[in-house]
Antibody
Framework: QITLKESGPTLVKPTQTLTLTCTFSGFSLSTSGVGVGWIRQPPGKALEWLALIYWDDDKRYSPSLKSRLTITKDTSKNQVVLTMTNMDPVDTATYYC??????????????WGQGTMVTVSS | DIQMTQSPSSLSASVGDRVTITCRASQGISNYLAWYQQKPGKVPKLLIYAASTLQSGVPSRFSGSGSGTDFTLTISSLQPEDVATYYCQKYNSAPLITFGPGTKVDIK
């Protein structure tokens, strides 16, 4: 069974740095063609892609947020970590991590975590 | 940058109706297009990838078509459990991944 689960703070203050961890099971991030990405969704709004890391440690970011994001992986722990600096109330959203299979599903996210709601407020 | 648009933004249809949602890319993206269903309060679910391949376990009333810039998601016979917001997503060129704005589907 393939699962992903996000963890991190539910509340952060403006200007703080957010660190989210995606812990997954049932697949390996060292397998060719596998990636894990982060997507967020503000309340009542659309999905927004943030970042993606591949099996070979290639990293891609949303251009509009690139300066604030860092994505890393720990293959031995089956974890992917996203950090976002200088948090603002507009960053309030549910943050999802999801598996991406670039060869098998042409870059679609086939399995998603349950999501974690992050509120940015003083 | 490649932009993704969806139409309509919302629709209301009767049970059993054929429903079509359109997704358009501002530049060609070959077949690197996926469709997701998100029911209220739930996690997005992959329906279609590579523009027309049905994800395992997804009912056959869902189908996708298109290539290049114009894509469609069709529900052949709308069911009450299909009430959801549907998103398209591209994977190709810069930016690497973009989601469409979504189409909300309700039952009339």
């Amino acid at each position: 069974q393939i699962t992903l689960k996000e963890s991190g703070p539910t509340l952060v203050k403006p200007t703080q740095t957010l660190t989210l961890t995606c812990t997954f099971s049932g697949f390996s991030l060292s397998t060719s063609g596998v990636g894990v990405g982060w997507i967020r969704q503000p309340p009542g709004k659309a999905l927004e892609w943030l970042a993606l890391i591949y099996w070979d440690d290639d990293k891609r970011y949303s251009p509009s947020l690139k300066s604030r994001l860092t994505i890393t992986k720990d293959t031995s722990k089956n974890q992917v970590v996203l950090t976002m600096t200088n948090m603002d109330p507009v960053d309030t959203a549910t943050y999802y991590c999801a598996r991406n299979l670039i060869y098998l599903t042409a870059g679609a996210f086939d399995i998603w975590g349950q999501g974690t709601m992050v509120t940015v407020s003083s | 940058d490649i932009q993704m648009t969806q139409s309509p933004s919302s629709l209301s249809a009767s049970v059993g109706d054929r429903v079509t949602i359109t997704c358009r890319a501002s530049q060609g993206i070959s077949n690197y297009l996926a469709w997701y269903q998100q029911k209220p309060g739930k996690v997005p679910k992959l329906l279609i990838y590579a523009a027309s391949t049905l994800q395992s376990g997804v009912p056959s009333r869902f189908s996708g078509s298109g290539s290049g810039t114009d894509f469609t998601l069709t529900i052949s016979s709308l069911q009450p459990e299909d009430v959801a917001t549907y998103y398209c997503q591209k994977y190709n060129s810069a930016p690497l991944i973009t989601f469409g704005p979504g189409t909300k589907v309700d039952i009339k």
